[in-house]
C-alpha cells in the first residue's frame, strides 16, 4: 500500500443524472492538500456546504449511502467513493450542483476513467492508515460483516439471492489500482424488475434506466448488452463496500468479509471500529533513509479514543468526541 497521500493533478468535471431524483447534476473534482480527505460541497445553495465524507455524517443507507449536514444532502456517494479509494486518492473536494453524485453507467467505471486523465499526485504527507489489530464481527440475521487483520486491504464477499440469474456468488480480491480498476470498478449495480418497478411508484429510481443498471426480471437479463463478468453482482457489493468504508476517513489494513451485506451493515461495521479502539491502531509508514520503509506508530489507541479521523477532518466538524450519538 502507498506510504504517501495522494491527490490529483488538475481538476476534472462531468455530468449526468442522478438515479434516485432523475436529476441533473454537474461535478467536478479538485485537487486539495494534505489531510483533507474527501470532501463534498454543495455549490447549488445560497451558501456553500461542505459535508466531509465521514461515516459521521451518513444520514441513510436505505437504497444507497445519504450524507448530511443539517437539512443538506448529498446521496449515492458509495461508486464514487469507492473509485477514488480503490485509486489511491485520499485528498480531493467534489463540488456538485445537486443532490446526488450521477449514476454513469451504475459503475465506478466512468468515475476511474476521468481520475485517470486527472492523473494522481503524489503528496509531502505520510498516509495514516487504520490497521485492524483484532477481528470485528457485525451479524444481523444471516448478514455478516467481520474485519480481521490483514498486511494489506483485502474484501471478500458473497451473496445469496433467491433467483436462477443470481444465486450464490462469491468473490474476494486483494485491493489496489490495478486490481479495483480490472475486477471490480466496471461492475454496475443492478436491481430487480419488481424493485425497480415498486421504487419508481415511490418516487425513487427516477433516473434508472438499463444504461445505468443491471434490471433482471423472472426469467431474464433485460440489459441487451448482458453481464460484464459471470459473477458482476458479487463484484458490485464489493465496489459498494469499498465506496462505504472510504467513509472511515483513511486506508484500512485489514481483511473485510462481506455475506449479504449492504450499506447499512457496512455503517454498523464502521460504527463498530469507531467504538472498539482496541482492536485497531493509526500507523503511518515512516521514512527510515534507507530505501525500506518503517511503521511507526503514530497515536496509541488510547490517545485516539473513539475519535477515528484526527487527521483527516477538522475538530470543528467532528461530533462531540466522546459518547456523542451518533445520527440514526
Ligand atoms: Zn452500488
Known sequence: MDTWQHTIKKTVSFAGIGLHSGNTVKLYIKPAGPNTGIRFVRTDL???????????????TRLATTLAKDDVKVSTTEHLLAALAGMGIDNVVVELDNDEVPIMDG?????????????????????????????????????????????????SGEIDFDHHLVRKQRFAVEVDPETFMKEIASARTFGFLHE???LRRNGKALGGSLDNAIV????????????????????????????DLALLGCPVLGHITATKAGHAQHLQLMREIADHPECWQLVKWADNGEEGVLEKVVMTTRAAGNKILPYLVPPQVMPAANGAPLPA
Open 107 to 155: 459503475s465506478a467505471a466512468p468515475f476511474v476513467h476521468v481520475l485517470r486523465k486527472a492523473g494522481r499526485l503524489r503528496q509531502k504527507s505520510a498516509r495514516v492508515l487504520l490497521r485492524i489489530t483484532r477481528r470485528i464481527e457485525v451479524k444481523n440475521g444471516d448478514s455478516v460483516v467481520a474485519i480481521e487483520p490483514h498486511d494489506g486491504f483485502k474484501v
Open 196 to 198: 425497480v418497478e415498486f
Open 216 to 243: 433482471i426480471d423472472r426469467s431474464e437479463i433485460l440489459n441487451a448488452e448482458g453481464l460484464r463478468f459471470a459473477d458482476e453482482f458479487v463484484r458490485h457489493k464489493l465496489l459498494d463496500l469499498i465506496g
Open 46 to 60: 445560497h451558501q456553500d456546504v461542505m459535508i466531509p465524507a465521514t461515516l459521521y455524517r451518513v444520514s441513510d
